[in-house]
């Protein structure tokens, strides 16, 4: 049984990734069945038709034979991240009896970063006596210090509850190494590594950006929110004028204070919606480099790997990597572009270099064999099924000692 916020046919990463690894498990002979609230990611209302975003406590087939159970949602507007909040309880504890219909699991997975989903998934598990596997997509609780999301006493329960849940989860899943160890440092030895990734046979391989182009062109695809502090690339562009373009795609809770700053600064960047399919293909193609950045002051991010990483190495564009820790390390094995401080001055410096030798820009096939050989959802899948069957083996050894 998984457990999540966001499910197909919804654009997100848990979307992303659960879509994916649902294949594979089907594939591998196995039964899912996914609880998730009727589509309306991410502004908060149902935007597609309601037979494919699914009713209320009803059930629904989903793409690779899954079944989907939904739950409702609260409406809310925009991308406030209270309201976001207060829909997802909304929906996780909708979510329980939905967790208690049908047939029992063998295992129950709840993913974060919704943090009412994983208290659901502890809840069901506890009631049905099965495994409960915590998956953190994002460093919880060091993120909720590092940005501060709330204050005081109020602060200190929600780590508390983070870290409850981790503490009695039969196994925890991270998607990166680095936070698996913090976990580990912490005292917990039920941890295993599984990280984002993608279906490499549906990305193409581009050709390389041309050696000649009046007009530098940047890209960055992804979340507008407080992690990624966008506000810098566009600091950046405004230093360089007209003969550089900086392209934005995506929503967020930053997005319109990014609007005002672009148009207070007077600088050459463009903003999009959330785009799919060949239209981000599209996107790739006219890009000279594409931006990774997640902000250098929190150091949560230290072991955080943006998923966006893995797609641009895939698809052959040089990046522009504005991260640290594991990010860093990844960028740099694969050989995939450069590093920069997380600073206008320095963004724009390395951009000015990369317009003046537009050969650094055929970053080659390397990036695409790294991700061939650690971040293929097919290999992913498998690594994750072999994590899942040797918990359930164990509970079920333990529940016939208990019988005996």
Same mark, same amino acid.
């Given at each position: 049984?998984?457990?999540?916020?966001?499910?197909?046919?919804?654009?997100?990463?848990?979307?992303? /990734?659960?879509?994916?690894?649902?294949? *594979?498990?089907?594939?591998?002979?196995?039964?899912?069945?996914?609880?998730?609230?009727?589509?309306?990611?991410?502004?908060?209302?149902?935007?597609?038709?309601?037979?494919?975003?699914?009713?209320?406590?009803?059930?629904?087939?989903?793409?690779?034979?899954?079944?989907?159970?939904?739950?409702?949602?609260? /409406?809310?507007?925009?991308?406030?991240?209270?309201?976001?909040?207060?829909?997802?309880?909304?929906?996780?504890?909708?979510?329980?009896?939905? =967790?208690?219909?049908?047939?029992?699991?063998?295992?129950?997975?709840?993913?974060?970063?919704?943090?009412?989903?994983?208290?659901?998934?502890?809840?069901?598990?506890?009631?049905?006596?099965?495994?409960?596997?915590?998956?953190?997509?994002?460093?919880?609780?060091?993120?909720?210090?590092?940005?501060?999301?709330?204050?005081?006493?109020?602060?200190?329960?929600? *780590?508390?509850?983070?870290?409850?849940?981790?503490?009695?989860?039969?196994?925890?899943?991270?998607?990166?190494?680095?936070?698996?160890?913090?976990?580990?440092?912490?005292?917990?030895?039920?941890?295993?590594?599984?990280?984002?990734?993608?279906?490499?046979?549906?990305?193409?391989?581009?050709?390389?950006? &041309?050696?000649?182009?009046?007009?530098?062109?940047?890209?960055?695809?992804?979340?507008?929110?407080?992690?990624?502090?966008?506000?810098?690339?566009?600091?950046?562009?405004?230093?360089? =004028?007209?003969?550089?373009?900086?392209?934005?795609?995506?929503?967020?809770?930053?997005?319109?204070?990014?609007?005002?700053?672009?148009?207070?600064?007077?600088?050459?960047?463009?903003?999009?919606?959330?785009?799919?399919?060949? %239209?981000?293909?599209?996107?790739?193609? %006219?890009?000279?480099?594409?931006?990774?950045?997640?902000?250098?002051?929190?150091?949560?991010?230290?072991?955080?790997?943006?998923?966006?990483?893995?797609?641009?190495?895939?698809?052959?564009?040089?990046?522009?990597?504005?991260?640290?820790?594991?990010?860093?390390?990844?960028?740099?094995?694969?050989?995939?572009?450069?590093? &920069?401080?997380?600073?206008?001055?320095?963004?724009?410096?390395?951009?000015?270099?990369?317009?003046?030798?537009?050969?650094?820009?055929?970053?080659?096939?390397?990036?695409?064999?790294?991700?061939?050989?650690?971040?293929?959802?097919?290999?992913?899948?498998?690594?994750?099924?072999?994590?899942?069957?040797?918990?359930?083996?164990?509970?079920?050894?333990?529940?016939?000692?208990?019988?005996?």
């Amino acid at each position: 049984m998984l457990l999540t916020h966001s499910y197909w046919p919804e654009h997100s990463p848990p979307q992303r /990734r659960w879509l994916s690894l649902t294949r *594979e498990f089907i594939r591998a002979g196995w039964e899912i069945d996914v609880i998730a609230p009727v589509a309306h990611y991410p502004n908060g209302r149902r935007n597609l038709p309601r037979r494919k975003a699914g009713f209320a406590f009803a059930r629904q087939e989903g793409p690779n034979g899954e079944t989907i159970r939904r739950v409702p949602y609260l /409406r809310h507007l925009g991308t406030s991240s209270l309201a976001r909040f207060v829909d997802q309880v909304f929906s996780a504890v909708m979510s329980v009896p939905m =967790g208690l219909a049908g047939g029992k699991p063998d295992a129950i997975l709840a993913t974060a970063p919704s943090l009412p989903t994983l208290a659901t998934g502890y809840v069901l598990s506890r009631i049905r006596k099965v495994p409960l596997i915590i998956e953190m997509r994002d460093a919880w609780p060091d993120l909720a210090r590092d940005a501060r999301m709330v204050q005081g006493s109020v602060k200190s329960v929600v *780590e508390r509850v983070v870290e409850f849940l981790q503490q009695r989860a039969d196994l925890v899943v991270t998607v990166t190494e680095g936070f698996a160890q913090t976990l580990r440092d912490r005292g917990l030895q039920n941890v295993v590594t599984v990280s984002n990734g993608l279906d490499l046979n549906s990305i193409p391989l581009l050709d390389p950006p &041309v050696l000649e182009r009046d007009v530098f062109r940047a890209l960055y695809l992804g979340n507008h929110g407080k992690s990624q502090r966008l506000d810098i690339l566009i600091r950046a562009t405004a230093l360089l =004028g007209d003969s550089f373009h900086l392209t934005l795609v995506g929503q967020g809770t930053s997005r319109p204070n990014l609007v005002k700053l672009a148009r207070e600064l007077n600088a050459p960047v463009s903003f999009f919606p959330s785009l799919q399919g060949p %239209e981000v293909v599209e996107k790739y193609r %006219e890009a000279d480099t594409c931006i990774v950045s997640l902000r250098d002051d929190w150091k949560s991010f230290e072991t955080t790997v943006p998923s966006k990483t893995y797609e641009v190495l895939a698809i052959g564009r040089h990046v522009t990597a504005i991260v640290r820790g594991e990010a860093e390390r990844i960028i740099l094995e694969a050989g995939g572009g450069d590093i &920069v401080a997380a600073n206008p001055e320095a963004v724009a410096q390395l951009w000015r270099e990369l317009a003046a030798d537009r050969s650094r820009l055929a970053s080659g096939v390397s990036g695409r064999e790294w991700v061939k050989a650690n971040a293929d959802y097919s290999q992913l899948a498998v690594r994750y099924m072999d994590s899942i069957s040797a918990l359930v083996r164990s509970n079920s050894w333990r529940r016939q000692e208990d019988a005996a």
